[in-house]
């Protein structure tokens, strides 16, 4: 089965696509959202959330995602801070500084806002579409774990301070990742990337949830990063009963 990915690729779907082909799948890159019929049916698939809307039913491709308010209903013991996934009409009543974007896409520019009215406006977005409002943190350092069967699969340090600087993943990071799994692997996909950082006040907490086959694998393993991609967009036939509540 090969492994489609979209006409552009950044540095690490390259490195994703080189993986791949080192491991012997045929690797495919579309030159739009065209699918040829050669195709459907049968592949797995890495690529950001608008061009797997517009090719993952053509393809058979079940891609798993966390629930839209899953970093809302986590224990305040694993954000550290107040977080609400509202309709985007309600967030515009907001009157003070806070961070928000949307779930599980990009549509909503990740961004701390001044307040509500500085979000897109309706002539932008449906009022009912959903954001994650949180309050404003400050991580000093960002972690991306690759999350696989309640386990911390690989992972890597991707910002200090807010800025890119990789690094190998922390044993203090890989150990929050695991107590989060232990608390609430319950509630995610079998598959899925989870961002953790250590905020300014020196506690852990949850950054989000990503989808393992949308994300940037930064200076993790590539092949245990790619063994989660796998799992995370593969064929719709083969997805497992515990992770049918997760299709996007």
């Given amino acids: 089965m090969p492994l489609v990915l979209p006409p ?34 049968d592949a797995y698939l890495h690529a950001g959330p608008s061009f797997a809307d517009a090719v993952a039913a053509a393809l058979g491709i079940a891609p798993l995602e966390a629930p839209a308010d899953w970093l809302a209903v986590l224990p305040t013991a694993f954000v ?3 977080i609400r996934a509202v ?7 907001l009157r003070r500084p806070v961070f928000v974007k ?20 309706p002539d932008a977005v449906g009022p009912e579409t959903v954001v994650l409002v949180s309050d404003v943190v400050v991580f000093d350092a960002e972690y991306r774990l690759y999350l696989l069967d309640g386990q911390v699969h690989t992972g890597s340090r991707y910002a200090v301070s807010g800025r890119l600087d990789l ?17 609430a692997g319950h509630t995610l996909p079998s598959a899925i990337v989870v961002d953790v950082g250590r905020t300014d006040a020196g506690q852990w907490a949850v950054v989000e949830a990503n989808a ?18 796998l799992r995370a967009a593969g064929p719709a036939e083969l997805v497992a009963e515990r992770d049918r509540a997760y299709v996007r």
Avoid: H, M
């Fill in 8 to 41: 552009r690729l950044t540095a690490s779907a390259r490195t994703i696509r080189d993986r791949a082909l080192r491991r012997g799948l045929r690797t495919v890159q579309l030159p739009d959202r065209e699918v040829p019929e050669g195709l459907r049916g």
């Fill in 167 to 183: 690094a190998p993943l922390s044993a203090e990071a890989r150990a929050f990742g695991s107590e989060l799994l232990a608390a």
């Fill in 80 to 82: 550290r801070r107040e």
């Fill in 87 to 93: 309709p985007i009409r309600e967030a515009y009543g």
């Fill in 212 to 229: 393992a086959w949308a994300s940037g694998c930064y200076a993790s393993a590539p092949d245990r990063a790619l063994d989660v991609v």
């Fill in 102 to 121: 949307s779930p599980n896409d990009k549509g909503i520019p990740a961004l701390v806002y001044a307040d509500g009215s500085r979000l897109p406006g």
